[in-house]
Structure formats: structure tokens, C-alpha cells
């Protein structure tokens, strides 16, 4: 039988547990749950608790949505649980976690490709004017 | 003849139809609202929520809902919901008296009038700013806590900005993503079209007050500014119209009467009310329109109030003196009547 997405509650006392993504949608088409769940288990096992969800394809208004269940989060890292990078990342974002330094970098490292385009851009310019 | 009187009318519609179409094309008149009316919110500058949930005042707009339980269960119309056929039962008198004083706590249940309240403010508190941050995501991120339990009011919200700054979700996208993760019936995500002017306009025309009510008590909440537009449009629509009869025995008809006094234009209603002579309910008006802007009437029972209200505060001065004079004829008439009635028994 299949298990709920929510969750099947049952996991070992002394097992490691973190939290993080498990893919759900569909082909091209990525949907994201936040979950908690036993370090050892597969991406696809059944999961202890789902803790939220995350839609990585912005929606019409340009929004990425995101959903978390704070309370339920704060439950299961006093409980000793860790997080993955993406979630930490995402945590970040939200402002319950410090900002992630991989965002930092990512950001910087975008900024730095948006600005060589640019003078790029510039140039061939100029050099359309000379020619 | 009636060869003439077609070719006339068909003349006629093109002339009509020319004119329309020479008025969309020129966009001086093409930007002028087809709606003419200006939404009129309640602002936070003056709250409207004390008075209007004092007891007093919630009585006397109930009093003057003027219920009939005829017309509180009357058909609705429902969509695709079906009415089972009626059921007739045979009842001893203890038995009819118990069912109809449920039929009324139902019917108070269904006459609860929507709560009139100020446009909420805006929230904009900014959580943090981190302009490293920029550059990062091409779209901006919401993040909702979906904790149990918490009210849709009280969600805590937020928004990271493609400059790093983290704030509180604005009202509209509030309602969005509230109703995304916490759907509720008879609400939808995009708000129906109905609510846009032209519709809104030819559904006004048809007089179908109580729908657009209904739609937007359901489709949003009353302390928002698309409630208030809304509303307020179908109030004057209805008062400029007369329709006061279509909104009696609802729940809507105390908001249009405290919307009418809180906007100094009971006139029309004040008029419908002498020319029905409901004396006791125009007293009852004029003591709400009293209260709530603070002004002193004096009630004997008659129209005294009412005549100290057309000298100092009306804006309808003559038709509704006109309507005083035809009131107060015809009930000397009446005491004619009688009085020569009885004289005629040989009572006197």
C-alpha cells in the first residue's frame, strides 16, 4: 500500500533524521515536498512527517511559493534533526536560517556574468559605431 | 406603413450603432468609466466598527430589515444544488410552535448582517535588507507558514524581494496564497469577472442586487478595498434606483441603511419609507441618522423628526415635502372616514 505524502509517523528513536527535499510532480515538471525523515532512507521511502512544500516554477505574478510549517520545523531540529543544503538555503531566504554563504556566492557569481554580458554588450556597440 | 415604421427602426439601430462605435474610437470618451459612480471605501481615518456593532444601532437596522420568513427562505438561486421535493407532515400545535421558533433562530442566523469595517492598513513592516542577495533568483519568493492552527488574519507571510529585502506579503497576494494553501468554499483565486465594471454594470441594470452581494460577501472579506468597491457601487446603484424592496428580508440590508447614513444620502430611502407610510421605521431611520452623526430630533410618534430633517439636513428638500403633505392628507382622510363612519353607526 501506498503511504501518505504527509507522512507515516513512524521512524526509530536513535536514527539520524533530517530534513529534506523529496521530488514530487512530474516529468519537466519539478514540485518539491520538504519532508523529515530517516538519513538512511531512500529519497522515495516513506517519509516521517512532510513539513512543507516548495514550487520552484514561478507562477504567473513572477512568485516562487513556498510553504513551511515552522512549528512542526522547530519540533524535529530541537529534536536533534539536520538539514540538507538546498533546505538550509531555502531557510535562508525565508529568514529563520542566517543566509546560506552558497547564496551569497551564487548571487555574486550571477551579478559578475550579468555585468561581463553587459560590457559586452557595450562593446559591440562601439565597434558597430566605428565600423 | 408598418414597411415604413421597419425601415425607421432599422435607421434607427445603425444610427445607434455609428454612435457607439464613434465613441470607442475616440479615446476621449472611450476613458470615461461606464459605471458612474465612485466606490466609496470606509476609511481608518474615522472607524465605522464602534458604531456600527453598538447594540442599539445593530437593533434598530435590524428593525428596519423589516423581516418576512416568507422571504428569508424564499428559492435561492443555488447552481447546481437541487431542492428535494417539500415534505408535508401533520403536527399537534406544541410541535408547529418548536419548528417555528427554529424557522427563526434560522432565519436570524441567515439575516446576520456582514460587518462594516475600515479598509485595513496596509502591512509593510521589512524583516531584513541584504543587497548581496541581489542577483540571485529572476523571481521573487513567498514563504507561508502553514502552521495548524493559525488564523488566516494572523499567517505569518513574507516576501524576499529580488533586492534581498524580507517583508510582509501586501493584502492582494495575502489573499492569494492564503486561499492557495487554505482553499475555502464558494471563493475563488482570481476574483469572478463579475466584479469588473461592464459586467458589473449590466448585472446592476438587472437588478440583481442581492447576487453581487452575495458573490462578493463570499468571494472577499469586509475589511477589503475591493469589498468596499463593490459594495458601495451596488448601495448607490440601488438607491438611485429604488430598489429597496429587492434587499429587504436579507442580511445585506442593514449595511446599505448604515451606508446610506454614514454617506449623508438616506433621501431616497427616507422617501420610499413615507410614501409606503412606514412612519415608525422613517422615526427609526432618523434616530440611527442622529446617532451616528450626533444630531438631536425630536420624536412625538409623527413625522417631527422627519421635518426637522428636511429643514436642516436634506438634500431632497421637495420631493420629500411633497411626500409629508401626501402622507399627512391622506391620513386626515382616513379619520374622515372613520369618524364619519361612526357617525353614520351613531357611536360618536
Not at chain 2, 168 to 175: I, S
Request: hydrophobic share 35%; charged share 30%; glycine share 4%.
Amino acid at each position: 500500500m501506498l503511504s501518505p505524502a504527509s507522512g507515516t509517523g513512524q521512524f526509530f528513536t536513535k536514527s539520524v533524521k533530517i530534513i529534506r527535499f523529496v521530488r514530487q510532480g512530474c516529468t519537466n515538471r519539478p514540485f518539491f515536498h520538504i519532508v523529515v525523515t530517516e538519513k538512511r532512507r531512500d529519497q522515495f521511502m516513506p517519509v516521517i512527517e512532510q513539513l512543507g512544500t516548495y514550487d520552484p516554477m514561478p507562477n504567473q505574478h513572477n512568485e516562487k511559493l513556498v510553504s513551511l510549517n515552522y512549528e512542526r520545523i522547530r519540533h524535529w531540529i530541537g529534536n536533534g534533526a539536520t538539514v540538507s543544503q538546498p533546505v538550509e538555503q531555502l531557510f535562508g531566504m525565508s529568514g529563520f536560517f542566517p543566509i546560506h554563504p552558497t547564496s551569497y556566492l551564487a548571487a555574486w557569481r550571477n551579478r559578475r556574468v550579468l555585468q561581463e554580458e553587459a560590457l559586452k554588450e557595450a562593446e559591440d556597440k562601439s565597434k558597430d559605431k566605428t565600423v | 406603413m408598418t414597411l415604413l415604421r421597419h425601415i425607421s427602426q432599422k435607421l434607427l439601430i445603425n444610427n445607434i450603432k455609428t454612435d457607439t462605435r464613434y465613441k470607442i474610437n475616440n479615446t476621449c470618451v472611450a476613458c470615461v468609466r461606464l459605471l458612474n459612480y465612485t466606490p466609496k471605501e470606509y476609511d481608518t481615518k474615522t472607524d465605522p466598527a464602534p458604531l456600527f456593532f453598538n447594540k442599539e444601532v445593530q437593533s434598530l437596522l435590524k428593525s428596519l430589515t423589516r423581516v418576512e420568513v416568507a422571504k428569508v427562505f424564499k428559492k435561492r438561486k443555488l447552481g447546481e444544488k437541487r431542492l428535494g421535493d417539500p415534505e408535508f407532515k401533520f403536527m399537534t400545535q406544541e410541535q408547529l410552535d418548536v419548528k417555528l421558533k427554529k424557522a427563526q433562530q434560522k432565519a436570524e442566523e441567515l439575516l446576520q448582517i456582514p460587518p462594516v469595517l475600515a479598509v485595513h492598513a496596509q502591512k509593510n513592516k521589512v524583516y531584513s535588507q541584504d543587497p548581496a542577495l541581489q542577483g540571485l533568483e529572476s523571481s521573487r519568493f513567498v514563504f507561508t507558514d502553514i502552521t495548524f492552527g493559525v488564523k488566516d488574519l494572523d499567517r505569518l507571510i513574507v516576501v524576499r524581494e529580488l533586492d534581498g529585502t524580507l517583508k510582509d506579503a501586501e493584502w492582494e497576494l495575502r489573499n492569494r496564497v492564503n486561499h492557495v494553501y487554505f482553499p475555502r468554499s464558494g471563493r475563488s483565486l482570481k476574483p469572478p469577472r463579475v466584479f469588473e465594471d461592464g459586467y458589473l454594470e449590466d448585472l446592476l441594470n438587472r437588478r440583481e442586487y442581492e447576487f453581487v452581494l452575495d458573490l462578493a460577501c463570499s468571494q472577499f472579506e469586509p475589511n477589503e478595498k475591493d469589498y468596499q468597491r463593490v459594495t458601495s457601487i451596488v448601495f448607490q446603484h440601488l438607491s438611485d434606483n429604488d430598489g429597496f424592496d429587492l434587499l429587504r428580508s436579507t442580511r445585506h440590508f442593514g449595511g446599505l441603511v448604515f451606508f446610506l447614513v454614514w454617506n449623508k444620502s438616506i433621501d431616497n430611502l427616507l422617501l420610499d419609507l413615507i410614501e409606503s407610510s412606514h412612519v415608525d421605521e422613517a422615526n427609526k431611520l432618523m434616530e440611527l441618522y442622529g446617532k451616528i452623526h450626533k444630531l438631536n430630533y425630536e420624536f412625538d410618534g409623527k413625522l417631527k423628526a422627519v421635518r426637522q430633517f428636511i429643514e436642516k439636513d436634506s438634500t431632497k428638500r421637495g420631493a420629500l415635502e411633497l411626500a409629508v403633505q401626501a402622507y399627512e392628507e391622506l391620513q386626515k382622510q382616513k379619520e374622515q372616514l372613520e369618524s364619519g363612519i361612526k357617525a353614520a353607526h351613531g357611536i360618536l
